[in-house]
């Protein structure tokens, strides 16, 4: 089977030759199928030495995946969701692309802005109808 590079956001593609992965056998349920049968998959993707990546995008990869990326510099995923290791295989790939490209998303920076004139008042009027409630409630005193 022929695999493929894997296209990660647009502008951004792994080559298939920086993927290295291998299957053994996966835990859990399945009986004598998950003894003696190597569906789990486990892929690697050395984001250090990859030339998928700009400088400043494997700054940011490296910097967003810090606590997933070994000291090798190799950012490891393992897939065991499924019986067949093929759905595993397109199952780590998935995965891999999905946080590569979740840590290149660059946040839209936050505009400062000002509550308008009419919420302020709005927020005055409930906060006056309220202690106005709450005043109510209150035991009568004596006015000896």
Known sequence: MAREDLRVRRGVVIP???????ASRASGP?????????TRVTLRW??????ALSDTQRARVLERLATRITRGGDLVIHA???RSQSRNRALARTLLADLVS??????????????SRASR???LEAKKRRSKVKKTRAAPRDSD
């Open 121 to 123: 008042e709005r927020s």
């Open 102 to 115: 979740d840590a290149l998303r660059v946040a839209r920076r936050r505009v400062a802005t000002k509550p």
């Open 16 to 22: 298939e030759a920086e993927l290295r992965e291998t």
């Open 46 to 51: 050395n984001a250090v030495r990859s030339n």
């Open 80 to 82: 065991e969701r499924y």
């Open 30 to 38: 399945g009986g004598q199928h998950v003894n003696k049968t190597s």
